[in-house]
């Protein structure tokens, strides 16, 4: 995404609801817990049910935890895939903003002096 293009209201528009979006996600401790529990929990599922595979053979209960685990790992992955770029957005937002704002001065500068 190019922030150069966006008008200024437009950025701070995106910020405003990046840093909702960072504060709900922040102040929520369980359930940061719960979705670092829930990829253990997928984790467990994929070994436990390749273990019990090499065991047994290939059954489809086993087939269906390992299937499951693999949906949930990949969840979390994309979860905390979205938590990264959007705090990484916002740090750009940011730096695009105080970028702006120090033209700006720069440039009013020029034209009083």
């Not at 437009?10 to 405003?16: F, K, T, W």
């Not at 997928?42 to 049910?49: E, K, P, Q, S």
């Not at 992955?77 to 105080?98: A, F, M, P, R």
Request: net charge negative; proline share 1%; aromatic share 10%.
């Amino acid at each position: 995404m190019d922030l150069t293009t966006l008008t200024e209201e437009e950025l701070i528009a995106m910020r405003e609801k990046l840093d909702a979006w960072m504060v709900k996600h922040k102040s929520s401790k369980w359930a940061n817990r719960f979705w670092q529990f829930t990829a253990i929990a997928g984790a467990y599922a994929v070994i436990d049910g390749l273990f019990n595979s090499i065991q047994v053979g290939v059954t489809a209960p086993n087939a269906f935890e390992i299937v499951l685990g693999c949906i949930i790992m990949f969840s979390w992955y994309q979860g905390d895939k979205g938590i990264k770029s959007n705090t990484i957005l916002l740090k750009s937002v940011n730096d695009e903003i105080s970028q702006r704002g120090a033209s700006a001065q720069t440039d009013s500068q020029d034209v009083a002096g």
